[in-house]
Structures are given as C-alpha cells and as structure tokens.
C-alpha cells in the first residue's frame, strides 16, 4: 500500500512518515519514506514549484510508490501536493485499493510559528515566492481516507492512529488481527 501524507510545509508530514516508518519496521513489514525534500534533491532535482513541476514531482513519487508496492513494499510518501487534481492522479497510478490519502492538517499560522526550514520567515521577507499556503494555494483533501493533527497528538500518537487505522488492511496478507 502507499500512505499519501499531504499538508502545509511544518505540518509534521516528514516527522510522522518517519515514526510511520519504523511502526512497519518493528512489525517486519518493508517500508520506505518518499520524502518531498529527499526527492527534491534526487528524483525531482530538475523541477521547481510552479504548478505544473508539483504536479511532475507528484507523478513521479506516484510512479516509485506503485513500483515499490508491487514489490511488497509499503511507500510512505511525504509530500505537501497542494492540488486536488495531483493527488486524484497518485491515487489512479498507484489504485485506489492501495492509495491512502493522509491529511495532516496543520493550521497555517501553526505551521509558520515551527518554520522548521525558515520558509515562512524568507516569504515575509519576499525572498520566497512560491510559498504554498502563503504565495499558492494548497488545497484540502475533501474526504481524506484519514485525517491526524500535530497540533493536538503528538508525533507517536499519530504514528500509532495511522498504522492502527491501516492494520486491516495488511491483515489477510500479513497475519494482523483486524480491530475496531
């Protein structure tokens, strides 16, 4: 399966994939982060962030988690995709029987106050103009398979809702009891 964790840049996406990932670890399931920044710096070194390269990089994260799945691999991706349409087409590269869409939604000013990488402080200043959330749009999933908040859980709450909420999915092929 892949998990689509989506959300404003400091929403935590990267922090709970990496929780996520060791929860699947711990289990014996093979897992693997497909980090925004990681493929950024790889994959998608040759994209920027108009519309159109988010959309490529959002197809070619698609394109590995469907090949890392059919390998019986779990594909974590972290990934802000702020448009709708992106994530419709993730969803129908990969299938939708194994595509889970993750909202981590994250109030934009909570996001600003974390400014983990100094993004929201460089758009104040106007050094940044492509900002999602603050110079683009980001739109919300409307019906999220699962919805986390960092604001009110912590990193391993939110780990543990998710890979709880994705067990029974895993159960007729890797022995889990479904719950409730």
Known sequence: MTLWLTGLSGAGKSTVAYALEGRFRDAGISALVLDGDAVRAGL?????????????SARRVAEVARLLNEAGVVAICALISPFAVDRKRARDIIGAQRFIEIFVDTPLAVCAERDTKGLYAMARK??????????Q??????????RVTTVDQTVAQSADRVF??????????????ATD
């Open 44 to 56: 998608c070194r040759d994209l920027g962030f108009t519309p159109e390269d988010r959309a490529e």
């Open 126 to 135: 106007g050094a940044l103009g492509s900002l999602t959330g603050v110079h």
């Open 137 to 146: 749009a980001y739109e919300p999933p409307a019906a999220p398979d699962l």
């Open 164 to 177: 709880a909420a994705v067990q029974p999915r895993l159960a007729p092929n890797l022995g889990f009891a």
